[in-house]
């Protein structure tokens, strides 16, 4: 079978399972399907040769891939690779029915002909660069799921790959499905890294051809509550502290140029996203991204000193502020000494003549978590477009340069 045709029957095979994460769950995994693929995957992997693999108790799986080096190598370091198990939930069935579109001619894609779903060349012109390849889409009631099986079956048919190879050498390669990423980067944040002792490790959860991530937000939620004080009308002058109002003087202090709708690109927002209150408590939740550490740091800062300033304009409320970081920039994480990561993503794109498009994106990936613990994760492209959308598509040959992307960083890193 061609490299194409193994990716695809292993996308097919994990795609069958049904892994859409559910938010607000209060287990990881969120959902049961996550584990049936876990142990799927924790199978799959030791066929080929992958040891010490392991399911824990949020369905995460880790397993080593020994090096396999001729006598007096230098040493290699340790890479992992991270992939999502799980599937969003964007309003569609959680079932997923894949269709295959053999040779694609171009013009528009027919989903579902009951349903009468297409893909539009007019909408999605981005199709025509794909004229000739097999692509595969959903039925249309459903994401694809390229978001992040393509990546799964990436991997481990890149292992498939180096077993049936035993003359390409390699260093220490660890592999990782996290469950839950489209919730909140759930499983990444569930993993036990003693088990993951890497130098730096790959995500393969970017969308088309030749992109890559290495700058993401530093990202921070904020809870601000506010308790008033209350009385009845006729003996409430000097005495009611509505913490409704204080609430709407606190957004008031925020800047109004910062905010997702005025910015882009490396530009940092403070969001509101939620209000919630009654005459007694009010609470105010808010998200802070910023690509820039300092400025990140600062919008904490003002969001803190703007609570101090409600606290002396109304010494009656109590006022207390809660800021919890989230995720952080890869780029951080990224020392001089590990710049490697992010040159070898380069050099094996180009030397498979992919072009590589370098993107600040604008929210986290599972890497942005991992790179907290000093793991620099970059981030690059499963070949497939539209993610979280019934539109999602994924061209084989992308996919098949992103496989082809992952066994060149392997042979490149292995080269040092
Ligand atoms: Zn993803």
Known sequence: MSLQERLLARFLRYAAVTTQSKAGSKTIPSTPGQW????????DIEQLGVLDVSVDEH??????????????????????????MDTVDVGMSPDINPVIIRNYRGGDICQNAEKQLYITAEEHPELERYIGQDIVVSDGTSVLGADDKAAIANVVTALEVLRDNPDIPHGEIYVCFVPDEEIGLCGAKAMDFSRFPVDFAYTIDCCEEGELVYQTFNAAHVLLNITGVTAHPMSSKNNTVNPILIAHDFISLLDRGETPEHTEKTEGYIWVTGIEGNQLNTSVRLLIRDHDRAKFESKKEYLTACTEMMKLRYPKAKLSIEIHDDYSNINDAITPDKRKCVDYIFQAMESLGIEPKD??????????????????TPNYFTGAHNFHSRCEFMPMGAVENSCRTTLRLIELITKG
């Open 36 to 43: 049936e693929l876990a142990h799927m995957l924790a199978g």
């Open 59 to 84: 369905a995460v799986v880790i397993g080593r891939l020994p090096a396999r080096l001729p006598e007096g190598h230098a040493p290699v370091p340790a890479v992992g690779w991270v992939t999502h």
């Open 359 to 376: 993107i600040a994106m604008r929210g986290g990936t599972d890497g942005s978590f991992i790179s907290t613990k000093g793991i620099p």
